[in-house]
């Protein structure tokens, strides 16, 4: 999605951006085809790349109409919106983005190896492949690859954040609600390149809600759990 502040001019973009934006439709009868196509000033700091998931805060399905309704105030006046990503439909995690997904700075979705978009630091555009180095690091130094969000296979290890909705869904193995080793309370999002470390609290069953921490879910773990998310 594309966002910027601002009262709307008569074309329905807001009045900072009207030369920032351009839309129109290409038309070809022939085809047929038509093309909506948005032009973005690469030059513009007045409107922003966001991204939503199909349930607001939590990974689901629904239109793109309903997505946009969910994009917090903060975020701007949607100008134009694309629905950008393949997801996956396995049952209890339908929706969830078949790749990598930021959104506010928080990484929702790991991933797995295909072409992804993003803006760099720099406010660049940038696309290629992106396969995933998130691991979970254990006490004796060895360490295992981490999955986020998704469905955990029986020898896997999955790290559930509150966006992936109200449970985790799964069956077997174990589960154990994270805390910060620090403050010992729930800390800041998963976030790219950030490393973090959780202490396991207490052991939980897979119908608790995870929307108040994170979870963890695996066959054991250790009494506290250094993760890399790279």
């Known amino acids: 999605m594309l966002a910027a502040p601002g009262p709307a001019s008569a074309a329905g973009l807001p009045l ?9 439709n290409d ?25 939503a998931s199909g349930r607001g805060e939590v990974q689901g399905m629904d239109n793109l109409t309903e997505q946009l309704k969910t994009l ?9 919106a694309i629905n950008g990503d393949f997801y996956f439909k396995t049952k209890g995690y339908e929706g ?15 991933p797995s190896g295909h072409t992804s978009f993003w803006v760099d630091h720099q406010g660049q555009p940038q696309m290629t492949n992106i396969v995933s180095l998130f691991r979970v690091v254990w006490p004796d130094g ?3 690859s981490l999955g986020l969000n ?9 790290l559930f954040t509150g966006a992936v909705g109200v449970s985790t869904r799964t069956s077997g193995g174990s589960e154990y609600v994270l805390e910060s080793a620090a403050t010992m309370a729930f800390g800041s999002p998963c976030a790219s390149g ?16 995870a929307w108040a921490s994170e ?5 054991s773990v250790p009494n506290w759990l250094p993760l890399w998310l790279l």
């Open 194 to 209: 950030k490393f973090m470390k959780r202490e396991c609290a207490k052991p939980a069953r897979a119908e608790t809600p």
């Open 215 to 219: 979870r963890w879910s695996c066959q």
């Open 16 to 24: 900072s951006q009207a030369e920032s934006v351009t839309y129109f």
């Open 96 to 110: 969830r983005p078949r790749d990598v997904q930021i959104r506010r700075g928080e990484v929702v979705s790991s």
């Open 150 to 158: 998704q469905y955990r296979a029986d020898d896997a290890v999955v």
């Open 27 to 51: 038309v070809d009868p022939r085809a047929p085809m038509s093309a909506h196509i948005v032009r973005i000033k690469r030059s513009a700091t007045d409107v922003q790349f966001c991204t």
């Open 72 to 80: 917090p105030a903060a975020a701007g006046q949607v100008v134009a």
């Open 142 to 144: 060895k360490s295992a």
